[in-house]
Each structure stands twice: as C-alpha cells, then as structure tokens.
Antibody, heavy 120, light 108 residues
Framework: EVQLVESGGGVVRPGESLRLSCAASGFRFDDFGMHWVRQAPGRSLEWVSGLSWNGRSTGYADSVKGRFTIARDNAKSLVYLQMNSLRVEDSALYYC?????????????WGQGTLVTVSS | EIVLTQSPATLSLSLGERVPLSCRASENIIRDSVAWYQQKPGQAPRLLIYDASSRATGIPDRFSGSGSGTDFTLIISRLEPEDFAVYYCQQYADSPFTFGPGTTVNIK
C-alpha cells in the first residue's frame, strides 16, 4: 500500500523558513515523479512544485519560484520542500503526492498534508 | 501559465442524474495531459481520471473523461450518494501545472 507522510509544518513569521519532508513507502520510489500541492482553507488546490524520478527535472509555481526548492533522496525515499522567505499567502495545507508516472503526470496518491501557517 | 476554467461553479442534483462537468483551458493542452480529482470535506483529493480519459485504479466506471485541445469533460453517469463532493481538473502539459477552481456537486 502506498503511504505518503508529510512532516515539518508549523507556525512561522513572515520572512522565515521551513523545510517540509515527505516519507514515502509501498512503491518503488525512484520510478516516479513527486509533487507538492497546497490548499489554503476554503480555496482551490494549487500545484507548488514537482520533480522527476532522479530530481534532475523540476518545476515551480510562479508564486514560489526563487523562494522554494524541491529535492529528493531516493536512498531514503524522501522528498523535501525547502521554503524560504515565507509570506502570509503561503499559509496552507501542503500535500505530498506521488505522480502517475514521470514529472509530467497527475498526482495518483496523496498524503494527509502538513499545515503551514505564516503569521506575524 | 495555462489557466483552467471550470463550469458551473456549483451544481445541485438528484441521485441517479447524469452529470457533465466542464474544464476549459486558456491554450491548447498537448498529449491530453489533464487529470480530474474528487475532494470531500476534510479529506485529501482522490485521482479519478488522468490523461483526459484513463480511469485511475479502483475508480468506478460511472466516472469517465473525454476531451482534447482546450475542452475537457468529466461525466458521472449516475450520481451516487458518495459522489457529492468538489471536482477539480488539472493540466500537467506545461509547467507550472495548474488546477481549475473546482465544481461543487451538491444534493438537490
């Protein structure tokens, strides 16, 4: 069974940093792309970032480009999202997702999310 | 970036009805790179359809997807009680991969 467990969320002030982690299990991790998707309360889904199986191809939403960095450790089956210069509008539930295939594919499996709150 | 528009925003329907949900893109989506998700309150989204028309594992056959270019449709052939939810489309043809604003399907 595919399991994705996010961690690292919390309450921070504007301008601070957080690193989210996603521990994956139940599938061959280095066969799939991975994504981060966020959802603010009462809002639609927003794709944040994604990366290919080997981490060499990445993509970012315009709203986070230059501030967030996605990475993966295939030996440990972990995906990370380093979030710098956080803004109030980054507050959301952050989901880690396993792609259907490579980077350019939908999100087949979803974790339960980790909550990020940015507030002064 | 590709902007997705979903219509209508909200639908109020009865059990057993056929439901077409629309997703329109601001530009052509290559390789039919569109997915549909269902989300219920307090839950993570669930993938229903990928590549515009391929059903994800375990999804009932009353859900089907179609379309190409800029117009895509999710059809629920006969509404069941568990289908009342929010439905989102997503394109992954071009980064940044974008979601539509969602369509809420309510019980009439």
């Amino acid at each position: 069974e595919v399991q994705l467990v996010e961690s690292g969320g919390g309450v921070v002030r504007p301008g601070e940093s957080l690193r989210l982690s996603c521990a994956a299990s139940g599938f061959r991790f280095d066969d799939f792309g991975m994504h981060w998707v966020r959802q603010a309360p009462g809002r639609s889904l927003e794709w944040v970032s994604g990366l290919s199986w080997n981490g060499r191809s990445t993509g970012y939403a315009d709203s986070v480009k230059g501030r967030f960095t996605i990475a993966r450790d295939n030996a440990k089956s972990l995906v990370y999202l380093q979030m710098n210069s956080l803004r109030v509008e980054d507050s959301a539930l952050y989901y880690c997702t396993k792609a259907v295939g490579g980077l350019y594919s939908g999100s087949h499996n979803w974790g339960q999310g980790t909550l990020v709150t940015v507030s002064s | 970036e590709i902007v997705l528009t979903q219509s209508p925003a909200t639908l109020s329907l009865s059990l057993g009805e056929r439901v077409p949900l629309s997703c329109r893109a601001s530009e052509n989506i290559i390789r039919d790179s569109v997915a549909w998700y269902q989300q219920k309150p307090g839950q993570a989204p669930r993938l229903l359809i990928y590549d515009a028309s391929s059903r994800a594992t375990g999804i009932p056959d009353r859900f089907s997807g179609s379309g190409s270019g800029t117009d895509f449709t999710l059809i629920i052939s006969r509404l069941e009680p568990e289908d009342f939810a929010v439905y989102y489309c997503q394109q992954y043809a071009d980064s940044p991969f974008t979601f539509g604003p969602g369509t809420t399907v309510n019980i009439k």
